[in-house]
């Protein structure tokens, strides 16, 4: 995609699910990746193995760097910034993508599980943008910011409010960054999936009975693959986006055109 090719790309929670399938798609648009993992270095080698190998295959050469790094701590991101900017001497595009989600009834949710989420999804977010505007300005670059939100920064969750709300916070996070840093060529999005095949949702991806309950829901009837996820990032982040920002652009099958109004009521 127009302007991808060159660009040095930050994936946080990258060796799993959407955040793989962005680093590799990125990798594939000739992007050289920093994937950033939580815990699990072997998933991530592997994702960097396929990135790499995806690059080839498309006919890049790119480079891949790991970065451990807990979001939930601002010293990880300030470290993790700090080695991209050592390793590459800066970047371009971060993709907030590292995510987590806790169920609970919301009058039993406890304080610490609340804290959790908001600390990943919204928090994190915030601190890793942070410091790569800061980057972007230091270095006068046009940078790219992506946030990986979801259907639920507008359909209401029951019994996942931590997480409705850090969409729902992440959908504002979008839009005052992108005010705030328009002028200085600094785009922000993001792209909100609705039901995906990932790990995050292994609770009805592995049974039938479950996935037909909420492929029903959904006006195309299937759910989505991360693969489709991350062809929207990279649009986002290309330059065939240059006019586009703050905006949230749902990527769900028709999720959130309220498919209980498919068949007429009488
Ligand atoms: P996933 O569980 O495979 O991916 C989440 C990734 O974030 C994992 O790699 C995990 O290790 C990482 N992560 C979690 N906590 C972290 C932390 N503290 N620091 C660094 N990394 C951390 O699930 P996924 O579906 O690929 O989720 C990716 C994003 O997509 C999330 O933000 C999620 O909310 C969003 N999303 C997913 C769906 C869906 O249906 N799968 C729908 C809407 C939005």
């Given at each position: 995609m127009k302007g991808l090719a060159g660009k040095t790309v930050l994936v946080t929670g990258a060796s799993s699910g959407i955040g793989q399938a962005i680093a590799i798609r990125f990798a594939q648009e000739g992007c050289n990746v920093v994937l950033n993992y939580r815990s699990?270095?072997?998933?991530?080698?592997?994702?960097?193995?396929?990135?790499?190998?995806s690059a080839t295959e498309a006919g890049h050469s790119v480079?891949?760097?790991?970065?451990?790094?807990?979001?939930?701590?601002e010293a990880d991101?300030?470290?993790?910034v700090?080695?991209?900017?050592?390793?590459?001497?800066?970047?371009?595009?971060?993709?907030?993508?590292?995510?987590i989600q806790s169920e609970f009834a919301s009058h039993e949710l406890p304080t610490e599980k609340f804290d959790q989420v908001i600390n990943v999804n919204l928090r994190g977010a915030f601190l890793c943008a942070r410091e790569s505007i800061k980057h972007f300005l230091a270095q006068h670059r046009s940078g790219v910011i992506l946030n990986v939100s979801s259907v639920h920064e507008i359909i209401p969750r029951p019994m996942y409010?931590?997480?409705?709300?850090s969409k729902g916070g992440m959908g504002?996070?979008?839009?005052?960054?992108?005010l705030e840093y328009a002028s200085r060529?600094?785009?922000v999005n993001a792209i909100a999936p609705g039901a995906t095949i990932t790990p995050i949702n292994e609770s009805w991806v592995e049974d039938p009975q479950q996935k037909a309950i909420v492929e029903s829901h959904i006006p195309m009837a299937r759910a989505g693959y991360p693969e489709e996820m991350a062809a929207s990032a990279a649009f986002l982040a290309s330059e065939e986006a240059a006019y586009i920002t703050g905006q949230t652009l749902f990527i769900d099958g028709g999720l959130t055109l309220y498919a209980d109004f498919r068949e007429s009521w009488s």
């Open positions: 699990d270095s072997e998933e991530a080698e592997q994702t960097a193995a396929i990135a790499q190998q480079q891949t760097l790991l970065a451990q790094g807990d979001v939930a701590q991101i300030l470290r993790m700090h080695s991209t900017i050592e390793q590459f001497g800066g970047f371009d595009i971060l993709v907030n993508n590292a995510g409010l931590s997480y409705s709300i504002n996070l979008t839009k005052t960054l992108a060529g600094i785009r």
